[in-house]
């Protein structure tokens, strides 16, 4: 099964050499991403993916090329061409080719580029045995709400938690804990569901906002508020959400390890399964 690329106006082959020198993405990088995950040949959660790409095309002062519905037309079309039904389609808008110069383009030049390939698949013995994190100072901006394409931070990070052993790193803030660089984080404890609110401050994941949603359908009481350090080490029980983990148990996190017990992660893990 093939893999698909897209630039600009039409479908490339994934290894052709088709951006310029001068392309914002890669001088600047000066644009935005979206990861969407496909399930039996079916787009799961577009329309959440397509807004999230408008907002962060909005608050960056980015023109989209094309509509949301032509957007989703072309991953339609990609998906066909691809044949496949487990797939993961990334989707990359930059402002575009223009002399290098920091002020935008004028006038606006944005360009379009697409990848569809297999999905990465987790395990379910690394689901079930759950992963090792540990936490780090955040050195990201302040608008991280943006899927942006500045994500050295979150790189740097990631391979420093690789290097530690670890799957993840969560980012903390004077003491108050966030999100992983990659991933959103919950906590559960007493029965009730921690996560840090949806502000500027962390990425408003989609796998994140299913959660909530499984969990009101649950009966699971939520509370979307910061929490310490300290509440991250005694939690019951720790899980990570993204399109490409889903949701990810954590069996130890720094030095502490957590019961291999998970009655509400293993019941939202459950839910979720039956929902895609």
Known sequence: ????????????DLHAKVVPIQERAHQFGDGIYEVIRVYQGRLFMMQDHLQRLQRSADAIDLELPYSLEEIESICKQGLERSELMDAEIYLQISRGIYTRQHYYPDPPCAAFAMTIKQARVIPDEKRIKGVNVMTMEDERWKNCYIKSLNLLPNVMAKQKALQNGCEEAIFQEAGTVKEGSSSNLFAVKAGILYTYP????ILHGITRKVVLELANELDIPVEETAFSIDFLYDADELFLTSTNMEIM??????EHILSAERPYSDKLIEQFQKLI
């Open 1 to 12: 099964m093939p893999e698909i690329a897209y630039y600009q106006d039409s479908f490339v």
């Open 198 to 201: 949806a502000l500027k401050g």
């Open 249 to 254: 148990p954590i069996r130890q996190v720094d």
